[in-house]
T-cell receptor, first 109, second 114 residues
């Protein structure tokens, strides 16, 4: 039930854009996105419900393709503060949440 | 909102010993989750509660792991006869009773088994 994230790692320069993908083999109730900085707990970014596209945080937005059971996180004009590991969390049938292995994002000056 | 609190922050134990961790969720949250995270990996689901009821437990969890939430407030996670492979960060999170509610994580308990 664990979702699959890609890519595993991304290195950007400040101001560049990135896309992180999350896919599931099962029908999803919702998709959550979290960011975790080194040594800290994961912090909530946004939730995608079925068919929803939502802008929730700084210049970060996400989409949810219900047919493909996929979600993508879009980071535009990246800032140094965007560095961290991004996790998608998938919820099935309004129950527990499972996390992907994460995408490590590094933004360099 | 005082956030999710976990104790202790760090625990070092010898192989074979039992350990217990505590999690105090955000007071109005009725869902409570336990995850385990190792370096470079995402949080791995262990179990979750809705109020005092334990609704799901990971099949990966051996019988040495047990969790309780006796009054629907704080929760404890016990590991019996610890093994070196149990070394990890144990994260607790809480949320409201809706699938579109975000999880609020505590800072975790880092367990080291020597």
């Amino acid at each position: 039930q664990q979702p699959v994230q890609s890519p595993q790692a991304v290195i950007l320069r400040e101001g560049e854009d990135a896309v992180i993908n999350c896919s599931s083999s099962k029908a999803l109730y919702s998709v959550h996105w979290y960011r975790q900085k080194h040594g800290e707990a994961p912090v909530f970014l946004m939730i995608l419900l079925k068919g929803g596209e939502q802008k929730g945080h700084e210049k970060i937005s996400a989409s949810f393709n219900e047919k493909k059971q996929q979600s993508s996180l879009y980071l535009t004009a990246s800032q140094l503060s965007y560095s961290g590991t991004y996790f998608c969390g998938t919820v099935y049938n309004n129950n527990d949440m499972r996390f992907g292995a994460g995408t490590r994002l590094t933004v360099k000056p | 909102d005082t956030g999710v609190s976990q104790n202790p922050r760090h625990k070092i134990t010898k192989r074979g010993q039992n350990v217990t961790f505590r999690c105090d969720p955000i007071s109005e949250h009725n869902r409570l989750y336990w995850y385990r995270q190792t370096l470079g990996q995402g949080p791995e689901f262990l179990t979750y509660f809705q109020n005092e009821a334990q609704l799901e437990k990971s099949r990966l969890l051996s019988d040495r792991f047990s969790a309780e939430r006796p009054k629907g407030s704080f929760s404890t996670l016990e590991i019996q006869r610890t093994e070196q492979g149990d070394s990890a960060m144990y994260l607790c999170a809480s949320s409201n009773d809706r699938g579109n509610s975000p999880l609020h994580f505590g800072n975790g308990t880092r367990l080291t088994v020597t």
